[in-house]
């Protein structure tokens, strides 16, 4: 058991860390989608990092990436939203613009 | 003294604002314009890349009735070139003279392409080519038997070793000779094309307003956009059928009932319009993006009223109807017997 102190310290800390944390994690890549492109052709991650895809664009875009049969939806990013992709487990991963499917980009983790 | 020279002044600043100004606005449709330019070159991919044998070979392909069931439809019979590779149909006929569900679209400028039919389910044309031969509605042929029938007919044995040396006649190379041969279907130089290159007098007046309409207040360049007047991309535009389009093939919410954005080239002659056949004129699509949609959840987000002036439609209508080349005249190739 904690002392009362330390809970308190603890929620403190947590909070603090709350506080302060950007929204993504430090050691999380960032893809710009602009000009119905990735910044990125391909990407290598560690399991575990996270990717926060901007929408830079002035139309919307839509991120997916499948592996082993698993889809991940992003859903719908309008003009100047944001939102990320954790990739947990390690191989390959295509992701892709569902609305313009001639963006892509390969993901490969380990 | 004074008065006069403050005048002199204001209108001295007026002229270079004005001028100002109106460099920024060529500025502005000069950058417009660049993103219109033709490619110099067709994009052939590496699996399989161009030769005069392919090519040759997939347009006799193209054109055989032998690779239907009944040896009585040729992929020209939809997709042809007297109009702009269409059938000018609100949706096909296939064999047996049955209808299909979707209109046929135009195989112009495909080499360009990323996934291919109407809701994208095939992934490249040389897949897609052998969808229409086995299809029920389409061709209804199986292609052992297609290849049986083949095999028989001796210029083609030739040709085709000649075009896939020690391979000879295989489903596979029946694709990737008809993809070759699509991918030189390249819609010639339109007048918007000379206007594009410089030619001030290429287009009239109220096409160069439809352009300017068709990349600001129209927005229609948020999904048609490029030489060929498409990104190839996949939109719910507010048709209001049934048909879920790209969503059967990929479950994602914002794909219900879309289909793929089609190139705008040689337009006019490509009616009735959209993956149902149901506009009939260019003027009744720019009556249904002013403000004719359906307005339903998948609905695309680029998708809004627009409010144009009869004027503003009529100059739209003007400008897309200069993307129509005079393409040559395609020959009928002579088939081997
Ligand atoms: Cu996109």
């Known amino acids: 058991m904690l002392s009362t102190p330390y809970k ?51 139309v919307a875009h839509n991120v997916y990436t499948i592996i082993k049969g698993k889809k991940q939806d992003l859903g719908l990013q309008k003009p100047n939203e944001e939102n990320s992709i954790a990739f947990e487990q390690s191989g390959t991963y295509r992701v892709r613009c569902a609305i313009h499917p001639k963006m892509k980009m390969v993901v490969k983790v380990e | 003294m004074k008065p006069k020279i403050s005048r002199t002044m204001i209108i001295f600043v007026t002229v270079i ?24 070159d067709i994009p052939f991919p590496e699996e399989n890349g161009y030769t005069d044998a392919k090519a040759v070979l997939g347009k006799m392909l193209f054109f055989d009735p032998r690779l239907s069931r009944e040896n009585n439809i040729t992929c020209a019979s939809c997709h042809n070139p007297s109009f702009a590779w269409e ?72 040709m085709f070793e000649a075009a896939f040396p020690r391979e000879g006649i295989t489903a596979e190379n029946i694709g990737k000779a008809i ?40 927005k229609c360049a948020s999904c048609h956009d490029g030489w060929n007047f ?16 790209r969503y059967e093939v990929l479950d994602i919410d914002v794909l219900k009932h879309s289909f793929k954005t089609p190139g705008l080239r040689n337009i006019n002659e490509r009616a009735p319009y959209m993956h149902n056949g149901s506009l009939a004129t260019l003027e009744e699509v720019v009556e249904h993006y002013d403000s004719g949609f359906v307005k339903r959840a998948s609905l695309s987000s680029e998708m809004q009223e627009l ?6 439609k009529h100059d739209l209508v003007a400008f897309i109807k200069t993307l129509s080349s005079n393409d040559p005249q395609v020959s009928l190739p002579k088939l081997p017997n």
């Open chain 2, 230 to 245: 498409t990104d190839w991309s996949f939109h719910d535009i507010g048709l209001g059928d049934a048909d879920e389009g």
């Open chain 1, 8 to 58: 308190n310290a603890t929620i403190c800390l947590g909070l603090l860390v709350a506080c302060t944390a950007p929204s993504f994690s430090d050691d999380s890549v960032k893809v710009t989608q602009k000009g119905k492109q990735f910044s990125e052709k391909q990407l290598s991650l560690k399991a575990g990092q996270s990717v926060l895809f901007v929408n830079d664009d002035n």
């Open chain 2, 307 to 312: 409010n144009l002036t009869k004027g503003e």
């Open chain 2, 17 to 40: 604002a004005a001028s100002m100004l109106s460099s920024l606005a060529n500025a502005d449709s000069a950058l417009m314009r660049d993103g219109f330019k033709r490619p110099t």
């Open chain 2, 87 to 158: 059938d000018a149909q609100t949706t096909s006929v296939g064999t047996p003279m049955s209808r299909l569900g979707r209109h046929t679209p135009t195989v112009l400028n495909l080499a360009w392409g990323e996934l291919f039919f109407w809701d994208g389910r095939s992934e490249s044309l040389e897949e897609q080519a052998l969808g229409p031969i086995q299809a029920g509605g389409e061709m209804a042929q199986d292609l052992d038997l297609l290849i049986a029938e083949l095999k028989a007919v001796s210029g083609y044995v030739d």
């Open chain 2, 179 to 218: 993809a070759t041969y699509e991918r030189t279907i390249v819609s010639a130089k339109a007048p918007f094309d000379h206007w594009i290159e410089g030619d001030e007098n290429a287009i009239n007046a109220a096409a160069k307003r439809g352009f300017e309409l068709f990349n600001t207040k129209a």
